[in-house]
Structures are given as C-alpha cells and as structure tokens.
C-alpha cells in the first residue's frame, strides 16, 4: 500500500507496519493509520472522483487501507442519502439541517462501514472466521458482510440486545452467543475466545482499520454537499469509534486540500450513559459508568476507543450533549414526521442533541448544521412503539370509526 505509511499509537507514539492484523500497541495504546498525504494528493483529485460511477464506500479507495488488489466487499455499502431538512431546522430555529440517513446500509446502520473494512483486511490476512462482540449493530453488520463474502462469523452480544438486531444474526447464519451481562462482560468473553482460537478481531478499540471504514461517512457528506464545509457535525456516541472515524475522514480531506476548513463536532450522548462527554465536561480522565439507557447501541459504559474520541472532541473544539432517554424517544417521532426517516433510538441521539443545544442557544442562529442517523428504527421496534404510541384498533364499523376519531381528537381533512 503505496499511500500507506503505518500503525501509530496514539498514547506513545511508536509505529507499526500496516499488516492486515494489525490490532493495539504493545503498551495497550490504540493505533491511527497514517497516510502519505503528498502520495495521495498526487494520485487523487475532486475530478477523478467525480468521474466515478460506483456509488460505494470503496469509490474512496484513495484514502482507504487497502491493497490495489483487494476485491470490493461484495454488499453496497455506504452513499447513504443526505436530505436537507428545511422543516425541521425551521422548527429548532437554524440555518440549515441536513440529515444522513446511513440506516439504508445494508444491514440498516453505519457499523456496515467498518464491517466492509473488516472483511476487506481479513481477507487480507487469509482469514476464514470473523469474529466480535456488539451490542447490536457491528454484530449483525458483521455477520451480513461476512455472509455474503463466505466468512464464518462467531458474535457476542449482551442478553438485552433487541430481538430485531438477534434475528438478524440468526438469518445470516452466525453463531450467536448471548451473553448474561453488561457489554463489558461481553467484550471480556469475546476477547478470550478470539485470543484462544485465533479468529480474525472486528472489534473497534482492537483493530485500527474499523475506523478507517466508519470515516467513510465523513467523506460522502463532504461530496454531497459539493465540499462545503458545514459548521456542526452531530452524532451518536457509545464506544467513541465512529466520533473518532468522522474527525478522522476530515482530517484526511482536509491535508490533501478538499476542504478549506474542518468543523465542530457535537458528540451526542444518553444521560445514563455518558462515560466520554462527562470526562469533556469535568476535564477529568473517563470513568466507568451503568449502562442505564434504552439506546442498545451506545450503551457502553466502559468505552474502548476513548482516548481517539476524546482527542476528535478536543481537537474540533466540539460540544458534547447529554439527552435523556424521553429526549431520544422524542427526537423519532420528530425526525419520522419531519423527515420520514426512522431512527433506532441511538441512531436518533445526534438529532436530540441538536435539538437541544437549539433550546440551550448554544447554536447560531444561522448555523449549517448535519445530524448523522446512525441506525433504523426497524432495529428496535419495541422502543418506536413505545414512544410514537399503538394505533387505533377497531371493528370494522364506520361509526366506530368516528367515534374513535372523536376520542383521539382526530380532525379529519377533505
């Protein structure tokens, strides 16, 4: 890989030749991938890209650690559409609010970005077993990406994982162990068992790549929004990986002069669970909180890519966002009747922060602002219920009908 220099720990600084296993740092330190930027530059530009058809991740090989001769995974991932949200900014009173509704990956959420990733380097490394642990969403984006590549998956998840995201495993074929306990529990057994078979890790604080294919979302929103720069980026976070990913595609655009700016990121996180932003907030190191939230997927209470999330906070000047579990549950049926997107609960938290921030003022009034929605509502369906309410059940009877209208309040327009 010409534009490939190394590994990189970012806690000591020692570096590392980028083979296709690559996982962490002798000193327990996560590794960044670092490029030849001046390579790159030579051989990339806004007009090759844009003479390119295939509507993919893989259209940024470019900036992307893979061999020239690594084959494209074989589901389509990635170039999720962005919708500029006109009603709903009018709504929180900014300037413009575009919403990426990375849900549409094939697995319906933004883990397909590094499951792709993960597939792509093990078959690097010959690897026929993938495994990981996940409280959901890399799970199941694993076990479809391996599946249609002919890999043999081994996922953990915590025992509450919503059933959606379990029968999704199951269909794919993966063996699915439910473990009883905290995500912490999970990610410790899957661990173990990955050192003692020698199974290829697709677990996100281990091996560095994965958030090479979760910056991938950075780099179609700079492209659909034709390389202007918005001011605010807002997304969800659980285990800091796709918050570090994001300021990573930027910071990548941004060296070989794509763009001429990078802008804030606001990280989004549920109050129950806030290991990361509380450590912002205090200026103090993280500490392990409970995993009180009904937002699955960032509900990490002991974070393993915190030190690369910390550092894309810091380093973008970002604001961090609390929002309870009633703030997210709101934010769906605000995004579902403004925008027809439908989010899972964590995938709607970015929007709930926004949203806000809007009511705290902390937001200009003119400001650009994107919100990634990180995962489909159909992931948790139970949850969407819940907040959006059961619908009218009758008999089949005109008068019950009014009746019922009546009752709910329903004006019914001609």
Not at 7 to 13: A, H, L, R
Not at 191 to 214: C, F, M
Request: hydrophobic share 40%; glycine share 8%.
């Amino acid at each position: 890989m010409k534009h490939v220099l190394y590994g990189k720990c970012v806690k000591c600084g020692k570096t590392y030749a980028a083979t296709p296993d690559l996982t962490t740092c002798e000193c327990g330190g996560i590794l960044d991938i670092t490029y030849d930027y001046d390579y790159i530059k030579s051989t990339f530009t806004k007009d090759t890209l844009a003479a390119r058809h295939s509507n993919s991740m893989w259209r940024y090989r470019e900036l992307l650690p893979v061999e020239p001769d690594t084959p494209d995974t074989p589901l389509r991932v990635g170039w999720s559409p962005l919708y500029e949200a006109e009603n709903l900014a009018r709504q929180l009173g900014i300037g413009k609010l575009y919403v990426k509704d990375d849900g549409l990956n094939p697995t319906a959420s933004l883990k397909d970005r590094a499951s792709a990733m993960a597939v792509a380097k093990a078959r690097e490394a010959g690897a026929k077993v993938i495994a990981c642990s996940s409280t959901g969403n890399a799970a199941s984006s694993l076990a479809g990406n391996a599946a249609a590549a002919g890999l043999k998956t081994y996922i953990f998840v915590p025992s509450r994982a919503p059933k959606g995201k379990v029968a999704q495993l199951m269909t794919f074929g993966a063996t699915v162990i439910s473990v009883q306990g905290s995500y912490e529990d999970t990610f410790e057994l899957s661990k173990q068992a990955i050192d003692r078979w020698g199974w290829y890790n697709r677990n996100a604080a281990i091996n560095p790549y994965l958030s090479e294919g979760k910056k991938t979302v950075a780099l179609e929103i700079m492209e659909q929004l034709n390389w202007q720069v918005p001011d605010y980026i807002a997304i969800s976070v659980g285990d800091g990986c796709t918050i570090a990913g994001l300021w990573k595609g930027l910071k990548d655009l941004y060296a070989i002069g794509f763009i001429d700016r990078l802008p804030r990121l606001i990280s989004a996180q549920a109050e129950g669970c806030c290991p990361l932003n509380r450590a912002i907030e205090t200026g103090e190191p993280w500490h392990p909180m409970e995993e009180n939230t009904l937002a699955d997927s960032i509900a990490v209470g002991v974070p393993r890519n915190a030190d690369k999330a910390l550092m894309a906070i810091r380093e973008s000047d970002g604001l961090t966002v609390n929002v309870s579990d009633k703030e997210i549950m709101a934010a769906q049926k605000l995004l579902g009747r403004t925008c027809g997107v439908f989010g899972e609960p964590a995938g709607v938290t970015g929007t709930a922060g926004v949203k806000k921030l809007c009511e705290q003022g902390k937001l200009e009034k003119d400001a650009t602002v994107v919100s990634v929605v990180t995962g489909n509502g159909l992931k948790d369906v139970a949850n969407a219920i819940q907040a959006c309410g059961e619908p009218i059940s009758i008999p089949s009877d005109m008068e019950l009908l009014l009746k019922a209208f009546a009752e709910h309040g329903i004006v019914v327009e001609e």
